[in-house]
């Protein structure tokens, strides 16, 4: 390795380290005598900063950093519309977001089971699951291909480091530790990333923003074949519709997100946590854009080699002097791990109170058996998600598939459940299976045409079919399902 390898290196293991020691000390006062709602939900203490930090970082992940910079080969720099949505789902998520915050569940399939019952219940707790499963692995991706431009380590043994790493932090202190941890991520996310992308910029090889973009159009001259790597509008109205669709679906129906809102301290912090959240987001969304265009626009012979998932590494590896560098890339492992932490606590709380306390345990309660039971649940998410990393390469993609499994289908049912009245326990469960399978069929059939996320087409049928079958049901003198209580505050 060369000097600006190895100083890179030496910063971001530096911060794993420090991400593990933050987690430590976050929890140490409470460790021994906290429950497992403590352990998984903080308490439900958050104010509305570290909550806007923990839905920032939760969802700035390899696909907001790594996968934007490897899309602007495909799209341009108009590939940060993938994060610009994510901003507005989190406005618009904001006006429902007490309500997560006052529901007597914890989880999205509980919230399910509520009004639908114990079919509905499983098969969303299973898909959510699933889909988490597929997030874990795409954050480990994104991190391990980061440690492989650096180092030039294997991926795969780069994959099993930052497993491990995440596993640890993630699972000696619960959702507290990850909250803590979470407001440094964001720090250098922002902070860092920010700063870095000016410095590479200017650059003398990259020579500032209008050299760069006169750059991008040569190259995609150059290499014809539809590239336009300074399209600020090539992704397409369609795709930007679908990518706020999905958010607006997926943030209600995720359980990192949902499970964010529930751990906040109020509604009220729920809600301005979520807005503070969005601002963060669409403010930072053309970071890793601009960095992914000096890789394919200033590297030599980079566009033409194709799509590469490690363009924001390479970029910055060859245009930032070795500290920056260590700064920025440590900002994407941030990124990674705070998404991956996440959907560890995610996924050891559904499994806990959605399968384990129901069904296996009978609804018998134990607190420090779950707490074991939750951090089991973390290692165990955390190798499905590097077998997926071992086997999948496209981040954006990955998780495209992760949030249409757990929303084309859950969201119909999931808003009627929280503020329709009239709706069925029957017409409920059939949506969210009917969703999911016009999901499935938009995306593995016909290879999601023009682009439109798989949950548009999905939820739209979802809709349709609570709405349709539960008049049909109230017509037919069945009664409608139980509604969900909420606590005053």
Known sequence: MNQIQTTTLVIILLYMALTVFIGLMASRKERKKQSNSDFLMAGK???????????????????????????????????????????????????IAPYFRKAKANTVPEIVSKRYGKSAHIFTAFTSIVALFMATGAQIIATASIINVVTGLDFNIAAIVTTIVVILYTMIGGFKSVAA???????????????????????PAVGGFGALFERGKEVSSMVGNGLDLTSLTKIGIPTVLGYIAMYCMTFPTGQEIVQTYCSAKNGRAAKLGSVIAGLLSAACAVVPAIIGLVAYACIDGYATAGLQKNALAEATITFAPAIVAGVVLAAIVAATMSSASGNMIGTA???????????????????????????????????????????????????????????????AAFMCGL?????????????????????????????????????????????????GMSWIERMNGVAPAPEIEFDDE
Do not use: C
């Open 45 to 95: 203490s958050l104010g509305p900063l570290m909550l806007a930090g923990t839905l920032f970082a939760a969802n700035t992940g390899g696909a907001s950093t790594t996968g934007i910079a490897s899309n602007v080969y495909l799209y341009g720099v108009s590939a940060y519309w993938y994060v610009i949505a994510a901003g507005i789902g989190f406005v618009i998520v904001s006006f």
């Open 181 to 203: 941890a979470n407001m440094m991520h964001v720090l250098f996310i922002t902070v860092g990333m920010t700063i870095a992308m000016f410095i590479i910029v200017n650059n």
């Open 349 to 411: 709380t559904m499994f806990t109170n959605d399968v384990f306390i129901p069904y296996i345990k009978k609804g018998e309660r134990n607190e420090q058996q779950e707490i074991w039971i939750s951090r089991i649940a973390m290692v165990v998410v955390g190798l499905v998600g590097l077998i997926v990393a071992l086997t999948a390469s496209n981040i954006i993609n990955v998780m495209m598939g992760a949030f249409a499994l757990r929303s084309a289908g859950p969201f």
């Open 419 to 467: 503020f329709y009245k009239n709706v069925t326990r029957r017409a409920g469960f059939i949506s969210i299976l009917a969703g999911t399978v016009v999901a499935a069929i938009w995306i593995y059939a016909l290879h999601t045409p023009w682009g439109l996320s798989a949950m548009v087409p999905g939820g739209i049928v979802a809709f349709i079919v609570i709405f």
